[in-house]
């Protein structure tokens, strides 16, 4: 009798457990299937890594699928549109090419390819000072400072532009991999027209400098120019050592003679 009621409970427990997993078998079937019916759209990626400066060929382009509910903003759907244009920002093997990553048709690659549509590109001279010891590479980031220089005042030095892109050191578009420093007789920076004024003005007026910024640090702040008299510790200390030097003359003395002329006496003073 006890043998029975547990050849029972066995055959019931196989049975239960079979139920369960078939259930989950369906219930993982499912969701693949509805995993694999996401919408999608072909979009243009890189079939190679493309570098900067690349004129992007058929053979470097294929498809690749792209979940229609994220919006890729300047992808395109036509190879046809895509070949021929130079590449300005590097593409990895399978991803997506976008419209800020390449120059517009007909447009060789070049440092007009570098400039956004209402931006300018300028050059102003450079030296070892200027240029941060050689340390400014493309790409750095960069606030640009002008030391007016007047007799009566002593000067004044003033931060004109904060946060300017520097595009080329020198004849160099790109920074150097193992990141030497390198002397640049000029540099060219990423402007807006109305600071190019700004800066040309800056040049002609005094000595333009650069403070080299952390790349992620894009803050703009409030700035007023320093003055030669704000300096005080400085001035003041000359004005002490100009005045110890000074030569002081001796005070003057007198001196004073008496003369006896039988009883009387006379004084007279010498100075």
Known sequence: MNTRRLVIALGSALVLSGLVTFFLNQ??????ASAGSIPTRKVVAAAKPLGQGAVIKAEDLTSVDWPTRFPLQG?????????????????GAQQPVVETFVTTPGLGFGLTAKIPEGMRAISV???????????????????????????????ATQIVLQDVEVLTAGQNTQPDPQAKPS?????????????????????TQGTIHFVLRNGADHTVVAVSPVRASDLGGGMQAGAGRKDSNRVHSP??????????????????KFE
């Open 125 to 155: 001279r450079s030296d070892e000072i200027v240029g941060v010891a050689g340390f400014l590479f493309p790409g750095s980031h960069v606030d640009v400072l002008v030391t007016l220089r007047s007799e009566g005042t002593g000067g």
């Open 183 to 203: 002397n640049a007789g000029a540099v060219t920076l990423l402007l807006k027209p109305e600071d190019t004024e700004k800066l040309v003005l800056a040049s």
């Open 251 to 268: 005070a003057t003395q007198s001196y004073e003679v008496e003369t006896l002329m039988g009883d009387k006496r006379v004084s007279t």
């Open 27 to 32: 219930k993982i079937r499912a969701r693949y």
């Open 75 to 91: 992808a395109f759907e036509n190879v046809n549109d895509v070949v021929g244009r130079s590449v300005i920002y590097p593409v």
